[in-house]
């Protein structure tokens, strides 16, 4: 499955009092891996909507394994695991420097059409967001 890597700094105001990156900003990470995944795949968000297309989250699930800390390079890995009808569902993995996995988790996303209910995105885009998938 084609997979999509970016690397980021753990900000200070991204960490508690221990220097700790804070449970939530791992769910910003995701959302900017995913990001990346559209705009790697040539349609980001912008053109997206442009097209009267809206994302939403609909299920958001994470595993914490190991703490990230300020001023640590974090990975984020994302994969398009589904894309059909209305559905997109993505996987991440977050790594340190070392390589050790700090998180894993997964979003489920309903696409709405310009009358916000849902609907499926054409066969054209979901080929090109699916492109690299084994088997293609």
């Known amino acids: 499955m084609a ?5 980021l700094t753990v900000r200070y105001a991204e960490t508690d009092a221990q220097g700790i990156a ?5 769910l910003i990470w995701f959302e900017e891996g ?18 009267g297309y809206i994302v939403v989250v609909a299920e958001a699930e994470l595993k914490y394994r190991a703490p990230a800390f300020y001023e ?16 997109l569902e993505f996987r ?11 998180a894993e ?17 054409p066969a054209d885009i ?3 967001l699916d492109a690299g998938k084994e088997g293609e």
Not at 22 to 26: F, L, M
Not at 34 to 51: A, D, G, H, T, V
Not at 73 to 81: G, I, N, P, S, Y
Not at 112 to 118: A, D, I, N, Q
């Open 3 to 7: 997979t999509v890597s970016f690397t």
């Open 22 to 26: 804070h449970h939530s900003s791992y």
């Open 34 to 51: 995913r990001s990346e995944y559209l705009r790697q795949k040539q349609f980001p968000y912008s053109r997206m909507e442009e097209l």
């Open 72 to 87: 640590d390079r974090v990975t984020v890995e994302t994969t398009l695991e589904r894309a059909k009808n209305y559905l």
């Open 92 to 102: 991440y993995r977050a790594r340190n420097q070392k390589g050790e996995l700090l």
């Open 105 to 121: 988790g997964r979003t489920l996303h309903v696409v709405l059409g310009s009358e916000r209910k849902p609907t499926s995105l």
């Open 126 to 128: 979901v080929a090109l």
